[in-house]
């Protein structure tokens, strides 16, 4: 999994609770990383999993919790990262299309070793309704669900917009989603 | 902050900043190996690049055509070959359709035929007729290639020369084929009529000196008389057996040797053994003024023997040039036919690896009907084409051959209109001519049994008469001035030199001085003011005496006119 993601879950952690829980998650997790995660490289999802675990345990929430949240928070960095192209969307149901046909085509272009999950419109009724399905080898489904938050909120539909977990495989490697507006 | 919170804090950056110290170590080291990927694939890509700009210099100079056109049949991309085999400039194609290139019946079969075709196997060969851009037809070979994003790669050939050539080929092939029959029906003819014309004079002449030598009222001379009409009679016959020479295998006309060559041995492919090997050296062009049917069907005769000589493995050299090369072999036998002249306008070589002529049989291979080919498997009669070729006067040949090293012949051909000049002593000749009083008339014939029957009828006249076998001896003594001579009568058909011949040199030296000529053929041979008269053997003797005695009158005016003046 790209180092991105571990760097922006250690800047959740800080800034979401605080520097101390974060550090306290870096040093306690038993991590064969260590924690000394850099953007460019390249780690074990499972790392990912025993930080939101971590979280969990010592803010009263569950990792699912902390995968949404953290999903949320993921969101606006990666946006900012493809500034360019999403500047080409101005409906977010467009965008939720195209993840598959054109976002996820494009990482996989620009970088062969990406194992980027599938995200696929399953149908859409106009920018009333959209259902979503996740598929992945990674247990991160609710992370998912966190970054079509983030989504909504970055097209300013977070508060017109209702999104349902329809279904959700115990281990959080699939999952279909429901956005209503 | 109190002293604990403030070590905590010193704690939690100095870890962070160890944490932050290890990933910058990961990341460079990282980033190295990065850096050293980066610049592996850029040294491939550079290898890649090269290998695009060499392929694109391939395309480019490549002679056949390549074009690439994209879904909607626009040309793309086009090299030189493409685009100036049909007489545009590149950039008057680009982002035009291929169907500019062909006409609208073509286009239609192209649109339904091939297509279809090229779309469902990803490939399509053949040939079409494309329109160059002054409309001339261009027959070409194609290759296309379907591309994955709908587009196609076109490869191709103009064959439009290739055509032509095979068509040539083809031509050349049957010319040859009644070449070959008509040469082997002349020979043959030629050959009984020119045996029975010489018997038959013999006859006739003898019948006629029986006659002479007895009363007319004799039965000795009624049977005589009777025996001059029968041969009279078997004359007619024969006569009318002869058959003509064509007229195309006498012609000379201008063409290229090496086209002719070329030709000759595509037509000879089809019989080629297939582990017998053509080494060919030839110019690019070798224009020559001679027959090139003659020239055709020797050369396709010496590379027909040459593939059987073989056995079916060998090398046969094929060589044209301004120069001879040297021997075969510095023991090997050698024969010649022709005169030769200090330069020739080309020399063809042909030499084989084959058995080789035995030294006995050598000198008769130009013989007709001879063949060192085991029974019923040659004619005898292709060589003679190499006879034919001397005897028009186009070649000097040489045959060199060595067992067990192969056989070489050399065709040298002359320039234009060469004519052999052959001198001999003549001196004895006109010395005996001094003591002549009456009129001479030279016989100038190859045939004993000819030149004694006309020796006699001639003395019978009265006058005087000098037999010369040879022709170039003759013409060597009328070429000196002490030589006298009154009347020449010639037979057509000789070694050496023709009868023709020595009457066009003979009338440069002595324009005053009458020319018989005779001949079996002589319907065949065209009037010349050159010929006092053309007589056809067998020659009746009261015909001969008004001939002779004209032709001497004739003489005895020119010399009064010229001494008048």
Known sequence: MKGIVFCAFVSFAETRWSEELADQMLTQSDLETGGAYTSVGQYSHDELTQLSKYLAKYTSSTPDQVMNEFGQFLFPLLAEQADAVMKTYTSCFDFLCEIETVIHRDVRRLDTTAQVPMITALSREGDSRIVLEYRSARPFAMMAQGLFLGALSYFRMDRVANLKALEVSSDNTHAIFEILT | MTQDESDKRIGILERKVDREHRARVEAEKLLESKAAELQKANEILALEVQKARSLTAAIEGATDGIALTNSQGNYTFMNGSHAQMFGYEIDELIGRPWSTLYGPTETVRIGNSVMPALFQNGYWRGEATGKTKDGTPLVQELALTALPDGGLVCATRDITQRRKGLMRAREMEMALQKAERDAALYTLGTAVAHDFNNLIAAISGYAVLIQSDLPATTKAHIRATRIEKAASQASAIVRSLEIERMDDARSFESFDLVAMITTGLSIAEAIRPPNVHFEIDLPQTANIVSNELTLSRCLFNIVKNAFEAM?????????????????????????????????????????????????????????????TKPKFQGSGLGLLSLVNLVELEAAFIEVMSKGGTGTLFRISLHKPRHFARVQHDTANLARQQKSLT?????????????????????????????????????????SQSEFRVDVVITDLSMPNLSGAELTQKVKKMRPDVPIILYSGRAGFIAPDPAYFAILRKPISTDHLRRVIADALDFAGSTKANRNDL
């Open chain 2, 311 to 371: 056995n079916g493995d060998g090398t046969l050299k094929i060589r044209l040039s301004k120069t001879p090369t040297g021997l075969l072999a510095d023991d090997c036998a050698r024969i010649s036919l022709g005169a030769p002249a200090s330069e020739y306008a080309w020399v063809i070589e042909l030499s084989d690896t084959g058995k080789g002529i035995a030294e006995d049989k050598l000198d008769k291979i130009f013989d007709p009907f001879f063949s």
């Open chain 2, 438 to 478: 009456k009129p001479l008339i030279l016989i100038v014939e190859d045939e004993h049994m000819m030149a004694d029957i006309l020796t006699s009828n001639i003395e019978s006249f009265g006058y005087a008469s000098l037999w010369i076998e040879d022709p170039r001896i003759a013409l060597n003594s009328i």
